[in-house]
Nanobody, 116 residues
Framework: QVQLEESGGGLVQPGGSLRLSCVAS????????MGWYRQAPGKERELVAL???????NYAASVKGRFTISRDNIENTVYLQMNSLKPEDTAVYYC??????????WGQGTQVTVSS
């Protein structure tokens, strides 16, 4: 099992920035992909950004150019730097890990609210 602990959510004004962190612990051997999804009220969970163990990244079109995902393979931590935040970025953000190319793990989620 992999345990994921997220931090960094909160309330920010439009145009502001937040940085999310997620630390993986437990059976961390073989983690391939780390990343973030989000779910807004009344909507489906959607991809935000993913990063492979080799550093390749994939972003949702809606966040490209504003969000940056990074990863520390030694600390088993994934980060999401969110800049130029918009009200439509308001959602619960979930940390995601893919291990051994077959096992999915999810964090409990951290709330991000963008409002004036």
């Amino acid at each position: 099992q992999v345990q994921l602990e997220e931090s960094g959510g909160g309330l920010v004004q439009p145009g502001g920035s937040l940085r999310l962190s997620c630390v993986a612990s437990g059976s961390i051997f073989g983690i391939n992909v780390m990343g973030w999804y989000r779910q807004a009220p009344g909507k489906e969970r959607e991809l935000v950004a993913l990063i492979s163990s080799g550093g390749s990244t994939n972003y949702a079109a809606s966040v490209k150019g504003r969000f940056t995902i990074s990863r520390d393979n030694i600390e088993n931590t994934v980060y999401l730097q969110m800049n130029s935040l918009k009200p439509e970025d308001t959602a619960v953000y979930y940390c995601y890990v893919l291990r051994l190319s077959r096992y999915d793990y999810w964090g409990q989620g951290t709330q991000v609210t963008v409002s004036s």
